[in-house]
C-alpha cells in the first residue's frame, strides 16, 4: 500500500528514517489512519529488526502536535473511546518492543500524543532552541494522555515532574527538558540528525527515573503522595467541574505506572472521561480557537511597520506586544514623560517572555518612542488607542489619513464607540477597522475585528490577518453599540454592582461567579478593568442602545473619589501587591448566579439576533476568549442550550418579575429554540 503521511528510507548503515508529513495540514497530527499506516510500517521491522529506526518530522513547525481532535467529536461510546485509545497504546507498544535503537528526533514541538510516540522510543534528541516544547497538554481537553503517556512519563521522570507535567498541561522547554531527563541530548538544528544517527550506532545508557521519585513511587508512599496531589489539584480546579485531573491522579495511585493493567486502566479511564460535558466542551474550544486562526487566512503580507498613537495602559502594550512579534513600531503621545512608562513595561515583559539578553535587545530595539508622529507616513498599520472621545478621535484622524500611505490600515482599539461616526469624515471611510484588544494585552489572547457599514471586505481580511500575525485570536464583528464582549459583559457588571448596592456581600458576589466557572468575580473583574472605565463604557452603551442607566451610586462615588479600582490601590476592594484584599465571602441569595450569569446570556442572545456576530459559535468563542467565561461550559450559548432553551427562558421571566425589565427574555430566544439564528 503506498504510503500516504509516513516516509520509509533505510540508510547505507541499515539505519530506518521514517518521516511524518500528514498531508494538508501545516503541523503533523496522529489522526487513525496515520497510525495504522505507522502500523502497518512497524511490522516487517519487527519481523526482522534494522540497526535502529529514528522518527523525524518533515514539517518545518515541530514533531508532532498530537492526535486528531476531531476525532474526538465523533465518538458514540466510551466503549469506541477505550478503542480508540488502545488502538493508540498498541501502535506505540509496538514501537517499544523493537529490538533495536529507537529515537525521536524533535525540533519545535512534541505535544500530546506526539510526545507519547517519543517516550515510546529508547532516546529522544531536541533541538536546542527557543522552539522546542515538549507536553501532555490533554487535561486542557478535560481529559488525560490515552496512548501510554500516563505510564512512560512516570517511568522516565518519576511521579512529581511527570504528574506537574500532565496536570498542568504546560510544556517544558530545552534546558529544562534536558535536566529532568525528558530528552537525552540537546543539539544544534543542523547536528539533529548525525545526533540520532549517533544514538543508534553508539547506544547511550537509557534514562530512568531517579531514585527519590522511584520510593515515592512505591505502594506504601504512593498514598501520601496521592492526597499532596489531590490538594494541589482542588486548590487550582474544582472537581465537579474539571475531573480530569484528579481521574489522572487517582490512575496513577492504583497502579503506580507499573504493568499491562496500568495502559488498560489508562484508556479505560480517558474512555470515560471522553464522555464528560467538561471534555466535549473543552473539545469545542479547542477547534473553536483553530477556527477563529484560520480565519486569518495567510499572515499578513508586507506588514513590517505600526504606528500606534496613545501611549497609556492599553496603547503601550499594545505597541509593545507587536514589537515583541517582530515588528518595528513607533509609539506616539504628547510628550516623552507619557511613553516613558510604556517602555518601561515593554522592557519587563521583553525580560519575562525572551530571557535571552540579545532577543530583548532586539525587541527593545524595535520599538521607538515618536513624540512628533514622524512613523506615520512609514506605518503599514496605525493604531489609534487614545481616550474614548468620539471628537478627540476625529479630529485625530483629520491629521492622520492625509500623512498616511494609501494602503495602510487605519485601526482604532475603542471599545465602546462604534465606527460610522467615527468614520464620518474620513476621506476613505472603507479602510477604518476596529482592532479591540483586551486587557492585559500580553495575557488576552482575543481582538475584536470591528468592520463598519462602509467597510472594505479586502481591509477586513488585512486587520484579521494582523491579527494572527500578532498571533491573537480575530472574532470579526460588525459595528454596534459595546461590540460583542463588553456588550455582553456590562449586564454582568451592572447586575453584580446593583447586588452590592442592595446588601450582599461583595466577596460573596465574587464567589457565587467563581463557583459557576469564571476566573474571577464580577466585582474584582470591574476592579481590575478600572471603574472610570467600567463606568464610561457601561454609559456609552447603554444611551446607544436607549436603555435607562442603572443606579449605581456606589460605583459613581468611588470614581468621584478617584478610587478606580487596582491601578489606584482601592476600588471596591483594597488593593496589595496587585491582588484584592477580600473580607469573608458571607451568605448569597440563592438566585445570585442566576441573576449574574443569565444577564450576560441573555445579552448574547440579543447580540445574536442583531447579528453582531453571525453565529452562535463564534459569539461563544468571543465571550470565553474575551473574559473568561467558564470554558468548561461552552459558551454562553452552548451553556443556555445544555440547561435547556424553555428553562433559561423560564427562569428569566421569574427574574423580571422579581427584579424588573432588564430580565425581560430577549426576542431571539424563540428563534434559538427553534433551531435557527435568533
Known sequence: MPSAAWKLERDADAIVWLTLDTPGTSANVLAREVLQELDRLLEPLA?????????????????????????????????????????????LDRIEALRCPTVAAIHGFALGGGLELALACR?????????????????????????????????????????????????????????????????????????????????????????????LNLAPMRPLVR????????????????????????????????????????????????????????????????????????????????????????????????????????LQDRAMEFIAPALERAERLYEKRLRDPARIAAARGRLRADVAGSGVPDADVVIE?????????????????????????????????????????????????GLHFFNPVAQMPLIEVVRSAQADPAVVQA??????????????????PGFVVNRVLIPYLNEAMLAGEEGTALAAIDTAAVRFGMPMGPIELADVVGLDVANDVGTIIATELGRPAPDLSRLKQLVAAKKLGRKSGEG???WQDGRAVKPPAGPAPPDLSDRLILALVNESVACLREQVVPEADLLDAAVIFGTGFAPFRGGPIAYARARGIPAVVTRLRQLAERYGSRFIPDAGWAALEAGGKP
Open 572 to 574: 471596591f476592594y483594597r
Open 463 to 480: 486587520a484579521l490577518a494582523f491579527a494572527r500575525k500578532l498571533d491573537k485570536l480575530p472574532v470579526p464583528c460588525r459595528s454596534a
Open 47 to 91: 519481523a526482522a529488526p534494522p540497526r535502529g529506526v529514528i522518527f523525524q518530522s518533515a514539517k518545518a513547525s515541530g514533531f508532532i502536535a498530537g492526535a486528531d481532535v476531531r476525532e474526538f467529536t465523533a465518538l458514540q461510546s466510551a466503549e469506541q473511546g477505550f478503542e480508540l485509545a488502545r488502538s493508540g497504546q498498541r501502535i
Open 123 to 215: 532516546y529522544r534528541v531536541g533541538v536546542a532552541d527557543e522552539r522546542l516544547a515538549l507536553g501532555l497538554p490533554e487535561v486542557q481537553l478535560g481529559i488525560h494522555p490515552g496512548f501510554g503517556g500516563t505510564v512512560r512519563s512516570v517511568r522516565l521522570l518519576g511521579v512529581r515532574p511527570a504528574m506537574e507535567m500532565m496536570l498542568s498541561g504546560r510544556p517544558v522547554h530545552a534546558d529544562r527538558a534536558l535536566r529532568l531527563g525528558l530528552v537525552d541530548r540537546l543539539v544544534a538544528a543542523g547536528e539533529l540528525r548525525s545526533a540520532a544517527r549517533e544514538c543508534v550506532l553508539n547506544p547511550p545508557a537509557r534514562r530512568s527515573a531517579p531514585f527519590l521519585e522511584r520510593v
Open 227 to 330: 492526597s499532596m496531589l489531590l490538594k494541589q489539584v482542588a486548590a487550582k480546579a474544582p472537581r465537579e467541574h474539571y475531573p480530569a485531573p484528579y481521574a489522572l491522579v487517582e490512575l496513577w495511585a492504583r497502579h503506580g505506572a507499573h504493568g499491562a493493567g496500568a495502559f488498560i486502566a489508562e484508556a479505560r479511564s480517558i474512555a470515560d472521561l471522553f464522555e464528560t460535558e467538561t471534555a466535549r466542551n473543552l473539545v469545542r474550544v479547542f477547534l473553536l480557537q483553530d477556527r477563529l486562526k484560520s480565519l486569518g487566512g495567510k499572515a499578513a503580507a508586507g506588514v513590517e511597520r505600526v504606528h500606534v498613537i496613545g501611549a497609556g495602559v492599553m496603547g503601550g502594550d499594545i505597541a509593545a506586544w507587536c514589537a515583541l512579534r517582530g515588528l518595528t513600531v513607533t
Open 385 to 433: 488607542a487614545i481616550f474614548e472621545s468620539l471628537n478627540a478621535k476625529r479630529e485625530l484622524y483629520a491629521t492622520l489619513e492625509p500623512r498616511m500611505k494609501s494602503n495602510a490600515l487605519l485601526a482604532t482599539n475603542t471599545s465602546s464607540l462604534q465606527l460610522e461616526p467615527l468614520a464620518a469624515r474620513l476621506a476613505r471611510p472603507e479602510r477604518l477597522v
